[in-house]
């Protein structure tokens, strides 16, 4: 695909955003067709390169909301959470940024290459602030300013300990830009991060739009729990559904409040 350089960004109006970091780009190029909306409402989503089934679920959860409330999506589009978002965003008729840990001009190939094309058709951008850089250790969280400082919030899905997704919550937080941080099982590493952030105040806990909504007992989880307590186990045998998956809507469950654990076996919240 043929890339661009932008003459002048700091004289662009839509990138104003970028001039509060205390280190901008010195040049930014992009891929795709310039639009100046596109940067008018923007969400970060981020996450874990070691995306779970649950990180899978919360994106999916997530992604159609930020669509709907008008927002273009930002990630980062490596594998793991930031491609899933940028793919969950582009499935549901969002506009999407990817923004390069590498220059613009270094070829894809594959999957990277596929999606790409989706997003630069569907009407977002490829932008980097590098035209023939290599990817390395250093571009990852130099590229991560930019994500934090295009966007109004930033939503972190899962994170480890020393996930570069913290990375960006910091840069967030230093922008004065709103953190989101999705609470997750205390068992799981790829959540840690989040639940530390959340339990430091340093973002805000997310737990999505299920919590206001009444219970859906069409869902077969809930439908199932309607007349009886089980364990993850238990139901995942009667389900026929891997453990993990049914894990995974568990945790969902229980952030949005419609369920209850107690002695390891889950309840509807109103079966007490």
């Given amino acids: 695909m043929d890339y661009q350089k932008i003459a002048d960004w700091q004289k662009q ?49 997530l992604i159609p909301q930020l669509i709907f409330e008008g927002k273009t999506i930002v990630s980062g589009f490596m594998y793991g959470a930031d491609q899933y978002a940028h793919k969950i965003c582009l499935d549901n008729g969002g506009k999407t940024i990817a923004v390069l840990g590498w220059g613009i001009n270094v070829p894809l190939s594959g999957e990277d290459k596929k999606l790409a094309g989706r997003i630069v058709d569907n009407g977002g951008l490829l932008l980097s602030e590098w035209e023939a850089q290599k990817s390395t250790l250093w571009t990852f969280p130099q590229r991560n300013r930019i994500v934090a400082a295009l966007c109004s919030e930033v939503f972190i899905i899962e994170a480890a300990i020393q996930s570069g997704s913290l990375i960006t919550a910091r840069l967030a937080r230093g922008l004065k830009r709103k953190v989101w941080a999705v609470p997750g099982p205390i068992t799981s590493k790829t959540s840690a991060g989040t639940n530390n952030l959340i339990a430091a105040g340093q973002a805000q806990m997310w737990l999505g739009a299920a919590q206001q909504q009444s219970l859906k007992l069409d869902d077969p989880v809930l439908t199932v729990l309607e007349n009886e307590a089980l364990s993850a186990d238990e139901l995942a045998r009667k389900l026929n559904k891997p453990v993990a998956q049914v894990g995974a809507q568990l945790s969902l469950f229980l952030l949005s409040g419609q369920l209850a654990q107690r002695g390891g076996k889950y309840y509807l919240n109103d079966a007490g």
């Fill in 13 to 61: 109006a839509e990138l104003k955003q970028l001039l509060d970091l205390g280190l901008p780009p010195k040049e930014l190029f992009y891929q795709g067709e310039w639009e100046k909306n596109l940067f008018k409402n923007c969400a970060a989503v981020v996450g874990s390169r070691r995306m779970t089934e649950y990180g899978r679920q919360v994106i999916e959860k």
